[in-house]
C-alpha cells in the first residue's frame, strides 16, 4: 500500500491513492501542464499565481451553488467541471514551486476523510446524525490543536461570506457555553441592536459608528437564523433571486407601457411592485 492510501483502506476499496489517475483526470492534468508550458503554452494561463486564481476560484464555487439551486444536472456537471479545474490549476502552480501535485491533494483529502469518519473505516460504530456531529467537530478541533491553532474561534476562514462566516463563529463559541440560550433569548437583542443602530443615525454618529452598529445588527440576525436552524446566507440569496424576478418583471411592464423606469412615479413603482408580487404567487399557486 503507498505511504499516500487513506489509513484503513483496501487497496480494492474507493478513495485509495491517485496514484494512477483515471484517463479523464490524466487528461485533464495534462491539458494543465501545457497550458504552463514555459515555451508552448498559453500566455494568460503562465502569468497566473495562487493569488491571481482564487477570484476566479471563489466565483466558479458561487457559479455551482447558483447551478445546483437551479437543479439543472448539465449545468452542475458544467460548473463541477469549471471547480475542478480550479483545484487543477491551483495544484500545478503548487507543484512547479516544489510544494505538492495533484495527486497529494487527492490523497491528503482521503485520509483525513477516514480520519474522522473512524465509525465508518475503523471501529464501525453506528453514530445518529448528531453524534457524528459531535465526533466530526471534536476531531476539527484537535485537528486545529495539532497545528498549533488553539484559539475557540481559530480556523473560520475570515474569506467566507460574512452571514456564513457571523452564524460560523456564533456557533463556535456556543460550543464552550458563550451563547444565547435559544431563539427568543436572542430576539430582544435584536430589537437592542436595531434600537443602537437608530440612535447612531438620529444622532448624526460618524459613518464609522454607524457601520459599526449596523454590523452588530446583521451579526445578531444571522446568528437569530442559526438558532432558528435556517442559513442566513440561504436566505439572504433567496431574498436576492426574488427581488431580480421582481424587478425584471417590472422592467418587462414597463417596456409593454412604452415608459421608461426613470420617469416613473413613486406611486406607479409601488404599484408595480405589487404586480409582480402578485404575479409571482399567481405562478407559484
Do not use: Y
Not at 41 to 57: F, K, M, N, V, Y
Not at 139 to 158: F, H, I, M, Y
Not at 191 to 197: N, R
Not at 219 to 229: C, D, M, P
Request: proline letters at 4%; glycine letters at 8%.
Amino acid at each position: 500500500m503507498s505511504e499516500d492510501q487513506p489509513r484503513g483502506q483496501q487497496e480494492s476499496q474507493p478513495g485509495e491513492s491517485h496514484a494512477q489517475p483515471q484517463p479523464a483526470i490524466a487528461t485533464l492534468l495534462g491539458i494543465m501542464r501545457q497550458l504552463r508550458d514555459p515555451n508552448t503554452g498559453c500566455a494568460w494561463d503562465r502569468e497566473q499565481t495562487l493569488q491571481s486564481i482564487i477570484p476566479h476560484t471563489l466565483e466558479e464555487a458561487h457559479e455551482l451553488a447558483e447551478a445546483v439551486a437551479q437543479g439543472e444536472p448539465a449545468a452542475i456537471r458544467d460548473e463541477l467541471g469549471d471547480l475542478l479545474f480550479q483545484v487543477v490549476f491551483l495544484a500545478r502552480i503548487a507543484e512547479e514551486r516544489g510544494w505538492f501535485d495533484f495527486d497529494s491533494v487527492a490523497a491528503a483529502i482521503g485520509e483525513k476523510l477516514v480520519r474522522r469518519h473512524p465509525h465508518v473505516f475503523a471501529v464501525q460504530t453506528a453514530l445518529n446524525a448528531g453524534q457524528q456531529t459531535a465526533a466530526w467537530e471534536a476531531l476539527k478541533r484537535e485537528e486545529r490543536q495539532n497545528r498549533g491553532e488553539s484559539g475557540v474561534l481559530a480556523g473560520v476562514a475570515r474569506t467566507l461570506p460574512a452571514l456564513t462566516r457571523s452564524a460560523k463563529l456564533g456557533k463556535r463559541a456556543r460550543g464552550v457555553g458563550f451563547d444565547w440560550p435559544d431563539a427568543r433569548g436572542i430576539r430582544d437583542k435584536v430589537d437592542e441592536e436595531f434600537a443602537e443602530f437608530e440612535a447612531t443615525l438620529a444622532e448624526g454618529e460618524s459613518h464609522e459608528r454607524q457601520t459599526e452598529e449596523l454590523g452588530d445588527l446583521l451579526f445578531t440576525i444571522a446568528n437569530w437564523g442559526r438558532l432558528l436552524g435556517l442559513d442566513p446566507e440561504a436566505a439572504l440569496r433567496a431574498t436576492n433571486a426574488k427581488f431580480e424576478r421582481r424587478f425584471g418583471h417590472i422592467e418587462a411592464n414597463v417596456a409593454t407601457q412604452g415608459l421608461t423606469l426613470e420617469g416613473l412615479s413613486a406611486e406607479q413603482w409601488e404599484a408595480l411592485w405589487q404586480q409582480a408580487k402578485a404575479a409571482e404567487r399567481g405562478k407559484a399557486g
